[in-house]
Nanobody, 116 residues
Framework: QVQVVESGGGLVQPGGSLRLSCEVS????????WGWYRQAPGKQREFVAS????????NYADSVQGRFLISRDTGKSTVYLQMNWLKPEDTAVYYC?????????WGQGTQVTVSS
């Protein structure tokens, strides 16, 4: 059974940084590209960033390009999202999932709140 557990969220001031982690249990991690997604209150879930199976290719939403960095550690079955220069509009629950997303792999997410 696959478990996806996100962590690292919190409350941060505008301009601050956070590093999110997503640990994937089971033996599936290396089979997929992985991505981060987010859902703000009253909005649909949206794509944030993705990283290929090898880690050599990354893609970002325009809204986070240049501020966020996605990485993965296959030995730890973990994908990371380094978020810098955070803005209030980055406030959301952040999730990770395979790319394309699998309905069975959604975790509980981690809340990120950017506010002064």
């Amino acid at each position: 059974q696959v478990q996806v557990v996100e962590s690292g969220g919190g409350l941060v001031q505008p301009g601050g940084s956070l590093r999110l982690s997503c640990e994937v249990s089971g033996s599936i991690f290396s089979r997929y590209a992985w991505g981060w997604y987010r859902q703000a209150p009253g909005k649909q879930r949206e794509f944030v960033a993705s990283i290929s199976r090898s880690g050599s290719s990354r893609n970002y939403a325009d809204s986070v390009q240049g501020r966020f960095l996605i990485s993965r550690d296959t030995g730890k079955s973990t994908v990371y999202l380094q978020m810098n220069w955070l803005k209030p509009e980055d406030t959301a629950v952040y999730y990770c999932n395979a790319v394309p997303a699998d309905p069975g792999y959604w975790g509980q997410g981690t809340q990120v709140t950017v506010s002064s």
